[in-house]
T-cell receptor, first 114, second 109 residues
Framework: SQTIHQWPATLVQPVGSPLSLECTVEGTSNPNLYWYRQAAGRGLQLLFYSVGIGQISSEVPQNLSASRPQDRQFILSSKKLLLSDSGFYLC?????????????FGSGTRLTVV | LAKTTQPISMDSYEGQEVNITCSHNNIATNDYITWYQQFPSQGPRFIIQGYKTKVTNEVASLFIPADRKSSTLSLPRVSLSDTAVYYCLVGGNFNKFYFGSGTKLNVKP
C-alpha cells in the first residue's frame, strides 16, 4: 500500500513570502498525485493533479503552482503568499483507478499566512 | 462528472446506528462510490467502497440501490470517536476526483 510523507505539519508565513511544500510517495510507482486545500470548516478543493513527471494540471486559477520533478515527488509553491492562501493543504495519491481504494492522503500541512 | 449531494450535518447518540445518504444522480457506468472519514487536522481516511448492492467491512456497510443514483453509508453502534466529517466520492475522470461538502456527524454521549 502507498504511504505519503508530507511536511511540514504546520507553517506560519508572512504575506508576500514564498512557499514550498513537499510531498513524497512510497509503495507505488507512477502514481497520480494531487494537491488539495481545505479552508477552515470547508470541504476539500482540488488545486493540482499530475499523471506523470512534469505533467501538471491546474484546477483553480491562483498564485500557487505545482511541480513534479520526480515520479514520487510533488511540490506546491508560491512566489508571494496571500492571506487567502491560508488553509490545510493535503497531498494525495492514487493508482489512477477509483477501485483499489481510491486515494491515499498525507497528514497535511496547516498553513497560516499572517 | 458525477456531483454528490449530502446532508450538511447529522446528530446521533452513542450506540445508535447512523445512516448517511449521498445523492449522485448522474453517476456514470464505470464510476465506483467511495466513502471517506476525516477528523480535524487530518487527511481523509478510506472507509468503504462499492459499485452496486451491498458492501460490508469491519467498520461500515454501504448500500447502493439498483439505479445507483444514491448510496447510504451505515455506521453501526456509533461511539464518540466516530464524530467526524464523512465524504461521499464518486469516480468520474479516472485522473481527478472531486469531493463534495461532506456530512459532519456529531455523536453525543
Amino acid at each position: 500500500s502507498q504511504t505519503i510523507h508530507q511536511w511540514p505539519a504546520t507553517l506560519v508565513q508572512p504575506v508576500g513570502s514564498p512557499l514550498s511544500l513537499e510531498c513524497t510517495v512510497e509503495g507505488t510507482s507512477n502514481p497520480n498525485l494531487y494537491w488539495y486545500r481545505q479552508a477552515a470548516g470547508r470541504g476539500l478543493q482540488l488545486l493540482f493533479y499530475s499523471v506523470g513527471i512534469g505533467q501538471i494540471s491546474s484546477e483553480v486559477p491562483q498564485n500557487l503552482s505545482a511541480s513534479r520533478p520526480q515520479d514520487r515527488q510533488f511540490i506546491l509553491s508560491s512566489k508571494k503568499l496571500l492571506l487567502s492562501d491560508s488553509g490545510f493543504y493535503l497531498c494525495a495519491c492514487s493508482t489512477g483507478h477509483l477501485t483499489n481504494y481510491g486515494y491515499t492522503f498525507g497528514s497535511g500541512t496547516r498553513l497560516t499566512v499572517v | 462528472l458525477a456531483k454528490t449531494t449530502q446532508p450538511i450535518s447529522m446528530d446521533s447518540y452513542e450506540g445508535q446506528e447512523v445512516n448517511i445518504t449521498c445523492s449522485h444522480n448522474n453517476i456514470a457506468t464505470n464510476d465506483y462510490i467511495t466513502w471517506y472519514q476525516q477528523f480535524p487536522s487530518q487527511g481523509p481516511r478510506f472507509i468503504i467502497q462499492g459499485y452496486k448492492t451491498k458492501v460490508t467491512n469491519e467498520v461500515a456497510s454501504l448500500f447502493i440501490p439498483a439505479d445507483r443514483k444514491s448510496s447510504t453509508l451505515s455506521l453501526p453502534r456509533v461511539s464518540l470517536s466516530d464524530t467526524a466529517v464523512y465524504y461521499c466520492l464518486v469516480g468520474g475522470n479516472f485522473n481527478k476526483f472531486y469531493f463534495g461538502s461532506g456530512t459532519k456527524l456529531n455523536v453525543k454521549p
